[in-house]
C-alpha cells in the first residue's frame, strides 16, 4: 500500500517550458486534491476533484490544468510555467471526510 | 468562502511543557470537520487530530487536545509533555460539506531542550 505518490520530487524548469506533475494514489479515494505551498504560506487549494471525470477550480487555479480519467490518478499540467508558479506542490486523496486527506511527499518546483 | 486564521506565526515551548496553538475560522455551514496537520522539515504532511463540528466533546489524540469552541469559531491545539520531535509548522484546516480542505498559514513551533 504506496498511499499517495507524486512525481517528480523536484524539478528545473525554464519560463514558458510545460510539464504534467503526476499523482496516483492506491485506496480507492474518491477525493483527491493538489495545492501549493509557498514560503511562510499554508496550503492553497487549486484544484480538485471528487470522482473520475469530475474536477473544479480552488483558490488558485490560474495557469493549471487538471483532468481525472481514473480514480487513481490525477495529473496537475502546467501550461506554461512562470517564475511565480516557483513552490512545493502537495497531492492529497480523502475517503471520507472523517478520515482527512492523505498527503503525497510533495514536488519542490522552480520556474527559472 | 471559508477562511483560516493562525495568528501566531511562530511559538516556543520548553521541553515537557504545555503549549497552545490558536486557530478561528470563518464559517456560515453547520456541517463541518476541522483538523491540525504537523509537516516536519522533512515537510510530510501528518494528520494530528480531528474534530466533528456537531461533537461537543473536545477530541484527544494522546498528548494532543483540541478546545473546540463552535459559537467563538475557535479551534485550538494543546501538546501536553512536549517533546523535541514536536517541533514543526503545526496547519489548522476546515473540511467543508464537500470535502474541500482549506488551510491556515501555519504555526512554527519551536520546541527548546
Known amino acids: 500500500n504506496a498511499g499517495v505518490t507524486q512525481t517528480p520530487k523536484f524539478q528545473v524548469l525554464k519560463t514558458g517550458q510545460s510539464m504534467t506533475l503526476q499523482c496516483a494514489q492506491d485506496m480507492n479515494h474518491e477525493y483527491m486534491s493538489w495545492y501549493r505551498q509557498d514560503p511562510g504560506m499554508g496550503l492553497r487549494l487549486i484544484h480538485y476533484s471528487v470522482g473520475a471525470g469530475i474536477t473544479d477550480q480552488g483558490e488558485v487555479p490560474n495557469g493549471y490544468n487538471v483532468s481525472r480519467s481514473t480514480t487513481e490518478d490525477f495529473p496537475l499540467r502546467l501550461l506554461s510555467a512562470a517564475p511565480s508558479q516557483t513552490s512545493v506542490y502537495f497531492c492529497?486523496?480523502?475517503?471520507?471526510?472523517?478520515?482527512?486527506?492523505?498527503f503525497g511527499s510533495g514536488t519542490r518546483l522552480t520556474v527559472v | 468562502a471559508q477562511t483560516v486564521t493562525q495568528s501566531q506565526p511562530e511559538m516556543s515551548v520548553q521541553e515537557a511543557e504545555t503549549v497552545t496553538l490558536s486557530c478561528t475560522y470563518d464559517?456560515?455551514?453547520?456541517?463541518?470537520?476541522l483538523f491540525w496537520y504537523k509537516q516536519p522539515p522533512s515537510r510530510q504532511m501528518i494528520l494530528v487530530i480531528r474534530q466533528e463540528a456537531y461533537k461537543q466533546q473536545n477530541a484527544t489524540e494522546n498528548r494532543f487536545s483540541v478546545n473546540f469552541q463552535k459559537a467563538a469559531k475557535s479551534f485550538s491545539l494543546k501538546i501536553s509533555d512536549s517533546q523535541l520531535g514536536d517541533a514543526a509548522m503545526y496547519f489548522c484546516?476546515?473540511?467543508?460539506?464537500?470535502?474541500?480542505?482549506?488551510f491556515g498559514g501555519g504555526t512554527r513551533l519551536m520546541v527548546k531542550p
Open positions: 492529497a486523496s480523502s475517503y471520507r471526510r472523517v478520515y482527512g486527506y492523505t
Open positions: 484546516a476546515y473540511n467543508n460539506a464537500g470535502n474541500m480542505l482549506t
Open positions: 464559517t456560515s455551514e453547520s456541517d463541518y470537520y
